[in-house]
């Protein structure tokens, strides 16, 4: 437990954590400082001295002196003044130097509103400009789809350059020139290669750096309704704040979770919104036979008649559906005939991950607990791409080491520059095996690149070193046995070691290894976190509710077993082959799509209904770590769309099949599906009933000076109309409600008087940088057994041996394109590669290939024509094909393919 310390503000005494810095522990407190620099991830380093206090050195002093809050430590009898004339004289001035080269420009700043800087002025008493002079300026840059560069707007805090080049690792962005004439932006034009640029949108505390999406859709803040939710774009769960005006999603911001996401989202759940606004979206119900939206009740009478009781029908679900929708689905069609939707690979990788974190005795961590890990071993998964926010935790664990050293000099961690000056280049530990270069080996103590097989047989030998028990791996190169040596022995050392690994590699032997490797450590008494990213938003969920793949899906109806099928928000064409998809289209009489976009599976339904997207309804999602998560709807969409759950329940009592109850709203199908499946026996946890108030009051999704609430239904009456009523949550769509500070997991919106611009985020937490007040949102459903039986995994693969003229094709991940819903975007599609082959160069070679020419490929007795990329890094015999681009859906790999010839170029 932190030692505690008494310190006076104001002559008032107050404990707080001994060493913290007094801005720290000021603002924890409630007190109103005002800063620029600094921040609670990153810390001090005292340029903008605009949080200065006067320090005294004991009650009987009167002068005092001015200091920086941000760096200097609270220890026991420190005293301060906040309120002195002096010191608020002195902030007051440094606001007015600020300015003086500050654009006027406000009223037309995408910022305003929510500035940090207009809450700063504010709060240091500065009205008026003196200065009459000329202003600095300088020209924009073009920073590409999602930054906006208005540079003239610059304090010079020297946030962005921080995060950008420090906290993130970004190398194209930094500050140039010298003395007052300091720029912060790229050597030349160009968009930003850092997968976490958008976060330079919350850290500038001023309109440097805007949203370049919000701003095609631009309105103000205070007229954006929104609501709590979580990003659908991966499968770790981080949580979001939606922005709504006119019917439109207009923008994502960070919603903090100390557990989770923290204070940053990776550009492609802030940026991967627009899908929510395509031209893609299906609005109405639509049937086959007709040319036009169809009528609900047409829709309905027509689907009560395919769903009859005795009709032979299934259900496949989605892992991008939310818990409630899968299970309304399978509640529908019955447990027996409910598949999951996943590809049969990614059905077993799944089913593998559920049990290691069920029944193993190591514990499943989150992103705040991977942050910390002293000792990482990354293992078959490319995580900056399939878990971006994985990657920037596993950045900030291999900076933990300066931290020790920091302690032995005395030096307080929070002291930023002063702790990179003491470190230079040491980090902790940090292992990558993986079967090509990724970017987090910028950071790594070592990485080694090989086939699926090969890397599985590292994970089995470091398992064997930490523990002989484990099995032994036969044949194993003196070179790899050194490598699994080293590895072994930094992790037994450690403290908090942590494995990582995933379903990138499509390898149920690299699961298994890194399983046994986190086992071998918990039975050296060692307390070893397993990490597994998983392909999306609820794979983990849906995983706990069945087993059938699509694969199994397609055997039913190719058996005659099926009359009808329900598919829920699901694109078929990406699980599994184009033919075999087809094939199954051929076969199955009728075929019911509910989702939210045109994909090849509605256009091939007999009946289309209109899903919600996320930010349209409610519902729970349980992320990688296996923690749930409620989201809340934002708005309510027009037309005929409805969550998918409400489709299905409305189905079911249109259908009249016996035994299925009729759920009036959303707590229903929650309790329901508590007890009808064990793993979901606490899930009711993670949500805040929909009769829950405070002092009688719902909780607004409008904040209080939310305007045009007539003006915008103008044209249809001039009469405001009376706001939806939401019978499924506390919130409301009004801006009547409570105005006080709601329970974590429902808090709509950050601010607090004096503080319009996320930073008011400080006001939410129990302490600064700590959990949200009351404990962050989400209920964790994996426990580690403590007495676990599970024995270690035994089956160690062979040796990789590559196959004469031919290649093993593994799918590698890129961060924009091969997620399905931002792919809808147009600034992610924009971001997004084309289709390639990667290939070694000497592979290439000697298959008379070169760099940037097609060649054909067979995969599977399919032949595809791409064109060659070279990957160095890649090992012999070993190719790479991007997952879910263009071209390349529903490839299941690995898989062996064979370079017919070389293609036109």
């Known amino acids: 437990m932190a030692k505690m310390a008494t310190i006076y503000i104001d002559n008032k005494p107050y404990t707080v954590k001994e060493g913290d810095n007094l801005l720290h522990a000021c603002l924890s407190l409630g007190f109103d400082i005002p800063y620029f620099c600094w921040h609670p991830a990153m810390h001090s380093v005292g340029a903008c001295r605009q949080c200065a206090v006067k320090q005294f050195k004991d009650e009987n002093d009167t002068l005092g002196r001015i200091v920086m809050s941000c760096m200097t430590p609270a220890v026991e009898g420190t005293r301060i003044s906040i309120d002195d004339e002096e010191v608020r004289a002195f902030r007051k001035s440094i606001i007015e130097f600020l300015m003086t080269n500050h654009p006027h420009d406000c009223p037309v700043c995408d910022e305003g509103g929510e500035c940090h800087l207009q809450d700063m002025t504010v709060m240091t008493g500065h009205s008026y400009r003196r200065f009459r002079f000329k202003k600095r300026t300088y020209r924009n840059q073009y920073l590409g789809p999602f930054v906006n560069h208005e540079m003239n707007r610059c304090i010079q805090c020297y946030r962005c350059v921080r995060f950008y080049r420090d906290y993130a690792g970004g190398r194209d962005f930094g500050a140039f020139a010298s003395h007052h004439h300091v720029y912060f932006g790229r050597h030349k034009e160009g968009a930003l290669e850092n997968e976490f640029s958008g976060n330079l949108v919350e850290i500038c505390p001023t309109g440097v750096f805007t949203d370049k999406t919000f701003k095609r ?281 942590l494995i990582v690994s995933g379903t990138g590699c499509g390898s149920e032997a690299v699961l298994e290894s890194a399983a046994n490797v986190a086992w071998a450590l918990c039975r050296k008494n060692r307390s070893a976190d397993l990490c597994f990213a998983v392909p999306e938003c609820n794979s983990l969920g849906l995983a706990l509710m069945g087993e059938g793949s699509v694969s199994d899906a397609f055997k039913a109806v190719h058996d005659g077993a099926v009359d009808t099928a329900i598919i829920l928000e699901n694109d078929l064409y990406l699980r599994a082959e184009t033919e075999d998809v087809n094939s199954f289209f051929d076969k199955v009489r009728n075929v019911i799509v509910i989702d939210h976009s045109v994909t090849g599976t509605a256009s091939k339904a007999d009946v289309v209904v209109p899903a919600a997207a996320f930010a349209e309804g409610d519902g729970t999602l349980v992320n990688n770590e296996g923690r749930a998560q409620r989201f809340y709807q934002v708005f309510v969409p027009d037309r005929d769309i409805e969550e998918s759950w409400r489709w299905l329940r409305d189905i079911m009592a249109a259908s009249g099949r016996p035994g299925l109850k009729h759920w009036t709203g959303l707590d229903d199908i929650v309790q329901a599906m508590s007890n009808s499946i064990k793993a979901f026996k606490n899930i009711a946890e993670s949500n805040v009933p929909a009769g829950y108030r405070i002092t009688g009051q719902h909780i607004p999704r409008q904040p209080h000076r939310y305007s045009g609430r007539t003006a915008m239904h103008a044209n249809i009456s001039v009469v405001e109309p009376k706001p939806p009523e939401d019978k499924d949550s506390p919130l ?79 799918r590698v991940y890129h961060i924009f394109g091969s997620e399905e819903l931002s792919a809808m975007s147009p600034c992610i599609a924009e971001s997004a590669p084309g289709p390639y082959i990667g290939l070694k160069p000497e592979d290439a070679e000697l298959f008379q290939v070169s760099e ?54």
């Open 217 to 497: 859709h631009y309105t103000r803040k205070w007229d954006l309704q929104t609501a709590p939710s979580v990003c659908v774009h991966c499968g770790l769960g981080c949580n979001t704040i939606p922005g709504e005006r006119y019917g439109l999603l207009r923008r994502i911001q960070n919603r903090y979770n100390g557990a989770v996401n923290g204070y940053f989202l990776c550009d492609r759940g802030r940026f991967g919104y627009e899908f929510v606004n395509a031209e893609r979206r299906i609005r109405q119900p639509l049937m086959k036979r007709s040319s036009l939206p169809v009528p609900r009740e047409e829709v309905m009478q027509h689907l009560s008649r395919l769903i009859y009781f005795g009709a032979r029908v299934i259900g496949i679900g989605s892992p991008r559906a939310s818990l409630e929708g899968n299970f309304a689905l399978r509640s529908l069609v019955g447990e027996d005939h409910f598949y999951t939707g996943v590809s049969a690979m990614d059905a077993r990788l799944l089913e593998k991950i559920i049990m290691v974190l069920a029944k193993g005795p190591a514990r499943s961590s989150s992103l705040a607990e991977a942050g910390a890990a002293d000792a990482v071993f990354v293992l078959g998964e490319d995580v900056t791409n399939s878990a971006p926010l994985l990657a920037l935790s596993l950045r900030q664990s291999v900076r933990l080491k300066p931290m020790e050293i920091d302690k032995r000099l005395h030096i307080p961690e929070w002291d930023d520059s002063a702790v990179r000056n003491a470190a230079q280049q040491e980090k902790r530990p940090l292992f990558v095996a993986t079967p090509y270069r990724t970017k987090l080996e910028e950071v790594s103590t070592q990485a080694y690149h090989a086939a699926p097989d090969d890397l599985a047989r590292l994970g089995f030998a470091v398992a064997h070193e930490l523990d002989n028990r484990s099995p032994a791996v036969k044949g194993l190169p003196k070179k790899l046995h050194t490598l699994a040596e080293g590895i072994a022995r930094v992790l037994s050392q450690a403290e908090h070691p």
């Open 852 to 905: 940037g020419r097609d060649v054909r490929i067979s995969i599977n007795d399919k032949e595809y024509s791409l064109p060659v990329k070279y990957l160095p890094e890649l090992p012999s015999g070993v190719g790479v094909l991007p997952a879910g681009l263009r071209g390349l859906e529903g490839l299941e790999l690995p898989a062996w393919g064979r370079i017919n010839n070389q293609a036109k170029g």
């Open 732 to 810: 409301s769509f009004s801006m009547e409600g409570f105005s006080g500070q709601p329970p974590a997991g429902l808090i709509p919106r950050f601010w607090a008087p004096g503080w319009n611009s996320v930073q008011a985020l400080n006001k939410f937490q129990s302490e600064v940088g700590g959990p949200l007040t009351g404990g962050d949102p989400g209920q964790r459903l994996f426990e580690p057994v403590q007495e676990s039986t599970v024995s270690y995994f035994d089956e160690v693969p062979g040796a990789f041996s590559p196959r004469e003229n031919e290649l093993l094709l593994v």
